[in-house]
């Protein structure tokens, strides 16, 4: 089907290595922050979220990184699997909620066999 | 979690039409949305779909354009009006489900709309 995200910066890694994604956040006041996962054809699917107090958090095979000081967030993905790929997007909000997101650019991320 | 279902999934349609998406939600929920994705582009909150009340519109997108109901607390519905190409992309449903600590968001998988 047809692609989302076909002007997207891209990543591509061999299968079994880890990968990072990283996203430049815009406001300093943002108090939380979501990982999403997007598959072509399909709607946003929820990864991971942190707080602006945490500067850590992990999941399953997954990490996110927050560094205030530079407004930088990044998603680390440990032993990349061929269903990994598809475009991700981090996500900010003003508050600890999920109402009225901004998304980030997106990367898509490809695993090679 | 909540399952969301949209209608149409996709659909192609002529300038000038007017084509109303559906969003339906298997648990009642306080807070639905709708976002845009334009072609290789990220996601844009449209507006806010409040129950019993006018929708809140971001800055960019008005009520004329984009008219969304809220009749009860699992549905939603926005309408595209007087489409053009630029209208070509796919719009998203979202619910917030309050958890502990944080709300999350559930995205519906879409409708991709195309005008010609």
């Known amino acids: 089907g047809e692609n989302v995200g076909l002007h997207l910066p891209t990543l591509s890694v061999q299968e079994g290595d880890n990968s990072i994604i990283n996203c430049a956040y815009s406001n300093s006041a943002s108090d939380y922050f979501i990982w999403y996962k997007q598959e072509s054809g399909k709607g946003p699917q929820f990864i991971i979220d942190i707080r602006s107090n945490m500067d850590k958090r992990q999941g399953q095979r997954v990490t996110v990184l927050l560094n205030k000081t530079v407004k930088h967030l990044s998603l680390q993905i440990a032993a990349t699997q061929p269903g990994d790929s598809a475009v991700y997007f981090c996500a900010e909000n003003l508050s600890q909620g999920a109402q009225k997101l901004v998304f980030g650019q997106g990367t898509r991320l490809t695993i090679n066999p | 979690s909540a399952v969301i279902s949209q209608k149409p999934s996709r659909d192609i349609c002529q300038r000038g039409t007017s084509l109303t998406i559906q969003c339906q939600v298997d648990?009642?929920?306080?807070?639905m949305f709708w976002y845009r994705q334009q072609p290789g582009q990220s996601l844009t909150l449209i507006a806010t779909?409040?129950?019993?009340?006018?929708?809140?519109?971001e800055s960019g997108f008005v009520i004329d354009k984009f008219p969304i109901s809220r009749p009860n607390l699992t549905f939603s519905t926005l309408t595209v009006s007087n489409m053009s190409p630029e209208d070509s992309s796919i719009y998203l449903c979202?619910?917030?489900?309050?958890?502990?600590?944080?709300?999350?968001?559930?995205f519906g998988q879409g409708t991709r709309l195309t005008v010609v």
């Open positions: 779909a409040n129950q019993g009340s006018e929708a809140t519109y």
């Open positions: 979202s619910v917030g489900i309050s958890g502990h600590p944080n709300t999350e968001a559930f």
């Open positions: 648990s009642q929920v306080t807070m």
